[in-house]
């Protein structure tokens, strides 16, 4: 990166982390490599997450870039991302992803330093992400959803790296960057995007019964292939795959939270035969229900 950026603070301190009340968790070598392995060609996988409470004097420089993509979320307050040729304020319920290998720099705004959410993830599904791009979180309760889901990051991190909780993870990963995704301003949405995001929601409030493609074109009033095309293009998915993996992400997190059993479960989600629930759930996770949850304890 060939632009120098001045840090603004009165002492010139540049801090890289260490702020009170911070969390932060960094995988080691080995746990990143078979959580890696786990993602297969489908999914996310996470080496460092953190969260850094009014960060005043913040500042981070990679000239070279970072292998992993990063994805940056101002809870509240302001920054600076600064991309060869691009710089980007970020504001309160603002995100940015800078693309792995990408040189950039980052700090806090000097008057209202933000709060930040961070992640550095990897996995096949970057590919439906779009980076490079601020993204503003639309919706009131767009910053408790987000706020939750790295809560439910830290939380799992902490429990045990076990594979289970790595399954877990990665459907975590993949619900935090399709909320950067799809959930952006609406003069900044194409039509298209418009599309996929009422059909995401309309998949997140019908987990408990099934839904075929006919019922997105009845919804949207568009053809099937149509819909199937959109969301191929803006998620990498075909629309019932991304709603079985939004139904086994949240089979996931009752297995690991809740006492239903695993039948219990498979009504919760509109499986009124537990055995093929069993099916779908050990086809998209890679364990069978009873597994996962033996090793999520």
């Not at 009170?20 to 960094?26: A, I, K, S």
């Not at 292998?67 to 101002?74: C, D, E, H, K, N």
């Not at 074109?217 to 959109?230: N, W």
């Not at 009124?272 to 099916?279: L, N, V």
């Amino acid at each position: 990166m060939t632009e120098q950026v001045e840090m603004p603070d009165e002492d010139g301190a540049r801090l890289s982390d260490g702020f009170r009340h911070e969390q932060m968790f960094v995988l080691n070598a080995q746990a990143s490599e078979r959580f890696q392995m786990l993602t297969g060609d489908t999914g996310l996988y996470l080496t460092d997450v953190g969260f850094y409470p009014d960060a005043a004097g913040h500042y981070r420089a990679r000239p070279s870039g970072c292998p992993s993509a990063i994805l940056l979320y101002v809870r509240k307050g302001r920054g600076t991302v600064k991309l060869p040729g691009k710089t980007v304020q970020l504001s309160e319920n603002e995100a940015f992803v800078i693309p792995p290998g990408t040189p950039h720099l980052y700090f806090a705004d000097r008057q209202e330093p933000w709060s930040l959410f961070w992640v550095h993830a990897g996995g096949a599904a970057l590919a439906g992400v779009d980076t490079g791009v601020r993204r503003k979180l639309a919706g009131p309760r767009a910053a408790q959803r987000m706020e939750m889901y790295f809560e439910m990051i830290f939380q799992t991190l902490q429990e045990g790296l076990t594979d289970g909780n790595f399954r877990y993870l990665d459907r975590l990963l993949q619900t935090v960057f399709a909320e950067v995704s799809f959930r952006e301003e609406g003069r900044g949405m194409s039509g298209g995007n418009r599309v996929v995001n009422r059909i995401i929601i309309l998949f997140g409030r019908s987990l408990s019964r099934s839904l075929t493609l006919a019922d997105l074109s009845e919804e949207t009033g568009l053809s099937t292939s149509r819909i199937s095309a959109l969301f191929r293009k803006y998620t990498g998915s075909a629309p019932l795959v991304f709603f079985t993996r939004m139904k086994m992400e949240r089979a996931c997190f009752l297995l690991r939270t809740s006492t239903l059993n695993v039948s219990e479960v498979a009504l919760e989600l509109g499986y009124t035969d537990p055995y093929y629930f069993s099916r779908v759930f050990s086809r998209t996770v890679g364990q069978s229900p009873r597994a996962y949850r033996s090793s999520t304890v």
